[in-house]
């Protein structure tokens, strides 16, 4: 019997543990540990290259301190438009910019950075030399 393929729906599983493993600052190796696989293990769920059974799915879930379901809604199937949250996070840099965001404590401060952040984004796309996810166009 040949092996089952990976599907689309493994890849968005494994870039969602991505995101929320890192949102949780923990490594890769930290997680493989407490789910009792190695790294490379998470490596390649994260690639989607290998599917995650579903105990081990609902135990990193615990571990991320998220439900089950947040590794498969569809952000976009919710009320309003919305951008996808993951697709966000994903791009170098974010989980970064958004801890540092986070740790400023004085309001005015961080309307300041976010009005810089923002001037930036339509300076790139003015000059056309990044699109919206960082990559130059």
């Known amino acids: 019997m040949m092996p089952k393929q990976t599907t689309d729906v493994d890849r968005l599983v494994g870039l969602r543990i991505t995101a929320l493993r890192k949102a949780r600052g923990m490594s890769q190796t930290a997680l493989g540990n407490a789910v009792g696989v190695t790294f490379q293990q998470v490596q390649k769920y994260e ?27 569809d952000d976009k199937a919710s009320d309003g438009p ?10 170098h840099g974010a989980i970064e910019l958004l801890r ?38």
């Open 100 to 137: 540092a965001y986070v740790a400023i404590q004085d309001d005015q401060v961080r309307r300041d950075v976010l009005s810089i952040v923002r001037s930036a984004a339509r300076l790139s796309q003015t000059n056309g030399t990044a699109g919206p996810d960082g990559a130059a166009d």
């Open 47 to 73: 690639k989607g290259q290998n599917r995650v059974g579903a105990g081990r799915l609902r135990e990193i879930a615990r571990l991320l301190e998220v439900p089950v379901s947040a590794f498969f809604e």
């Open 82 to 91: 919305q951008e996808d949250v993951f697709g966000f996070l994903s791009a």
